[in-house]
C-alpha cells in the first residue's frame, strides 16, 4: 500500500480482507483476511496503474483498492479449485 507504514498497512489489509470476504459470502481467518488485503493492495495498485496510468491516493483510496484486488484474488482462488 503505497504511502504509508506497515502498521497501518496490517490493519487496512485486514479490513480489506473482511470487506471482501462479505462481498464473495466466503469465510476467512484473520489472518488470511490481512493476507489478501495485504496481496489484494498490491495487485489493486498494479492493475490500476497498468489500466489507468495511477492508483487511488490517501487510506480510503488505497483501502477501496485492496478490496478489490482481494476479490479479485478470492475469484481466482475459487476458479483454480473449482478446475482442480
Known amino acids: ?4 507504514g506497515w502498521f497501518l498497512s496490517i ?13 464473495m459470502k466466503s469465510d476467512h481467518g484473520l489472518i488470511m483476511n490481512v493476507i489478501l488485503g495485504i496481496v489484494g493492495a498490491v495487485l489493486g495498485n498494479g492493475l490500476f496503474r497498468l489500466l489507468l496510468g495511477g492508483t487511488a491516493g490517501g487510506a480510503i483510496g488505497q483501502l477501496i483498492v ?6 479479485i484474488l478470492i475469484w481466482l482462488g475459487r476458479l483454480i479449485r473449482n478446475r482442480g
Request: hydrophobic share 65%.
Open 11 to 23: 490493519i487496512l489489509g485486514a479490513i480489506a480482507g473482511w470487506i471482501a470476504e462479505k462481498i
Open 66 to 71: 485492496a478490496v478489490i484486488g482481494a476479490c
Open 1 to 4: 500500500m503505497e504511502g504509508i
